[in-house]
């Protein structure tokens, strides 16, 4: 589902990391960790495509990223992605249906149910019509997950996730993220710093500049 051959990342002369290569099967969950700024979420904005990289391949779904222009590359993220950044980007000017409603809308696919039973997955029941400026940071990261899975992406790029949350709700939003991937064949790839988060993965792999094992 997914493919990273001998990835490369510089800002001028500095390497963030090199030789990254990775495959994540569809149904499989890959854990990733290594220490702050190592690259971890630049890693993953260029597996969706969000970032620019000076060596190597991605590959989603067998499609080439390097191929695809903007329009194709936001084209295939509607339809086979779902991403939780670590910042949430929730749209302030919507309420939390509409945000998590989102890619469904974009897919011309509207499902009030299935945005219901998203917010109720994460514990979020009832709160459809606040806005984000009413919520927690922990439910803020809900929302975002929640919207991440709600058109049963084919591949959940998901960072650091529950570095808001309680372990409590970490450990069942977790289990929301893993049983989702499982039930549509998604491949699930985790930034994290936790190892209980980490724990909970088929695979973990230690990211660093000079690669990823
Ligand atoms: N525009 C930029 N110019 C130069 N360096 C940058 C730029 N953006 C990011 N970096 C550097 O790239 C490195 C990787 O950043 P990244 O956000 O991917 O780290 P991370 O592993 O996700 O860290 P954290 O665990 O703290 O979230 C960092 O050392 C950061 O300082
Ligand atoms: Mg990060």
């Known amino acids: 589902m997914l493919e990273v051959q001998s990835l490369a990342k510089r800002y001028g002369d500095t390497t963030v990391f090199r030789d990254v290569s990775l495959a994540v099967a569809p149904g499989e969950f890959v854990a990733i960790v290594g220490e702050s700024g190592v690259g971890k979420s630049t890693l993953l904005n260029c597996m969706a495509g969000l970032d ?17 222009d903007d329009e194709a590359r936001a084209i295939l993220r509607r339809r086979k992605l779902g991403f939780v950044f670590q910042a949430f980007h929730v749209l302030p000017h919507l309420d939390v249906a509409q945000n998590v409603g989102l890619p469904l809308l974009l897919l011309q696919r509207p499902d009030a ?64 993220l893993r049983a989702q991937a499982r039930e549509s064949g998604a491949a699930l790839v985790l930034v994290t710093h936790s190892e209980a988060a980490a724990g909970r993965a088929d695979r973990v792999l230690h990211l660093r500049s000079d690669g990823i094992a």
Do not use: F, K, Y
């Not at 620019?52 to 695809?68: E, I, N």
């Not at 149910?113 to 019509?129: C, I, S, Y």
């Not at 806005?131 to 990261?141: D, R």
């Open 52 to 68: 620019s990289w000076d060596a190597g391949r991605v590959l989603v779904d067998g499609q080439d990223l390097s191929t695809l």
């Open 113 to 176: 149910r299935r945005v219901e039973a998203m917010l109720a997955a994460v514990g979020l029941e009832g709160l459809g019509g606040r806005l984000p400026q009413e919520l927690s940071g922990g439910q803020l990261q809900r929302v975002a997950i929640a919207r991440a899975l709600v058109h049963a992406p084919r591949l959940l790029l998901a960072d650091e996730p529950t570095g808001n949350l309680d372990p409590a709700t970490a450990t069942r939003v977790l289990d929301v």
